[in-house]
């Protein structure tokens, strides 16, 4: 069964560094988000993205947040300076045109 | 903005009772979902409910929508301990066929003891 693939599991880093997390979302899914989930707290929605642009993007997707898909493939979020709040599990989720969404295993930054 | 409030927020309970989740909203949704979570892991889709009024099952599991689809329960006969987790219900807005988000609960964690 096709399946969300998200790289890394567990990110460290520090406080001001760049990261980048990767998702490979399922072959036929058109449309892409990233969620974020702070220990304890709801799941929250950061982006989503359709033909190759962003579609909508919530208050906490600032500007040192960016998505891209850059080979049609990978599906990734990068954080440029991250901060101590930014310690969440990050998700990415697909869906194609009438579906359900299908969420990754999410990968857990630790802003340190 | 829209918002979806789960109750109870935690739910202790022993093997072999009954339970309900609810999940309520002002706002109304094309379609709602349940997931289940476990701790470190991904969101993994149990059902998704369309027509209000609609009523599935999942073996032990029973999921209705609202006549008005603005609100979704979970009911789980004779609990067992593999139950426990986080639920999650999720709305989807699909006002169009662009790429809507999904709007989740609050959540219910849900504990099942011998």
């Known amino acids: 069964e096709p399946e969300v693939t998200q790289t890394p599991s567990h990110q460290v880093t520090q406080m001001g560094q760049e990261v980048i997390l990767r998702c490979v979302p399922i072959?036929?899914?058109?449309?892409f988000y990233w969620y974020r989930q702070i220990l304890g707290q709801k799941v929250e929605f950061l982006v989503s993205?359709?033909?190759?642009?962003?579609?909508?993007k919530s208050e906490i997707f600032d500007d040192q947040f960016s998505v891209e898909r850059p080979d049609g493939s990978n599906f990734t979020l990068k954080i440029r300076s991250t901060k101590l709040e930014d310690s969440a599990m990050y998700f990415c989720?697909?869906?194609?045109?009438?579906?359900?969404?299908?969420f990754g295993q999410g990968t857990r930054l630790t802003v340190v | 903005t829209q918002l979806l409030e789960q109750s109870p927020q935690f739910l202790s309970i022993q093997e072999g009772e009954n339970l309900t989740v609810y999940c309520n909203s002002s706002?109304?949704?094309?379609?709602l979902q349940w997931y289940r979570q476990e701790p470190g892991e991904g969101p993994v889709l149990l059902v998704t409910?369309?027509?209000?009024?609609e009523v599935k099952k999942l073996k032990r599991l029973t999921f209705q929508f609202g006549d008005a689809r603005k609100d979704s329960s979970l009911h789980i006969t004779a609990a067992q301990t593999g139950d426990t987790g986080l639920y999650l219900c999720?709305?989807?807005?699909?006002?169009?066929?662009?790429?809507?988000?999904?709007?989740f609960g609050t959540g219910t964690r849900l504990q099942v003891t011998l």
């Open positions: 409910v369309v027509t209000g009024g």
């Open positions: 706002s109304v949704f094309s379609s």
């Open positions: 072959s036929n899914h058109l449309y």
């Open positions: 999720a709305g989807d807005p699909r006002d169009t066929g662009t790429a809507s988000k999904l709007t």
């Open positions: 989720a697909g869906r194609s045109w009438n579906t359900e969404a299908f």
């Open positions: 993205f359709y033909n190759n642009e962003i579609s909508e």
